[in-house]
């Protein structure tokens, strides 16, 4: 079973930047899908973007589509989420997931949650 580590997090002002890590173990990370799933104070969890093991395949979250980037590093067993322009609303806490079948974008799929990292946009 893959193990999850996401890093990143913090406090930024509205209009800001920042980038997550997450570093995979576990698992023949090359092999895997990956996606961020965020989890907004109140709400359930949602998707926010997926890339494909090669690296060719991205979706993204319409809520975050042209401000958000998802790329990985295979060579380190990480998968990143550049945030720019970041909102107030995208506030919450930011988990990683992976799957070796597809593009990790339904919530209800995974139960192998990491510890999250907390991403705060002040207004």
């Known amino acids: 079973q893959v193990q999850l580590v996401e890093s990143g997090g913090g406090l930024v002002q509205a209009g800001g930047s920042l980038r997550l890590s997450c570093v995979a173990s576990?698992?023949?990370?090359?092999?895997?899908?990956m996606g961020w799933f965020r989890q907004c104070p109140g709400k359930e969890r949602e998707f926010v973007a997926a890339?494909?093991?090669?690296?060719?395949?991205?979706y993204y979250a319409d809520s975050v589509k042209g401000r958000f980037t998802i790329s990985r590093d295979n060579a380190k067993n990480t998968v990143y989420l550049q945030m720019n322009n970041l909102k107030p609303e995208d506030t919450a806490v930011y988990y990683c997931?992976?799957?070796?079948?597809?593009?990790?974008?339904?919530?209800?799929?995974?139960?192998?949650w990491g510890q999250g990292t907390q991403v705060t946009v002040s207004s």
């Open positions: 997931a992976g799957d070796p079948d597809i593009l990790p974008t339904l919530v209800k799929r995974y139960d192998n």
């Open positions: 576990g698992v023949t990370f090359s092999s895997y899908n």
């Open positions: 890339l494909s093991w090669g690296g060719r395949r991205t």
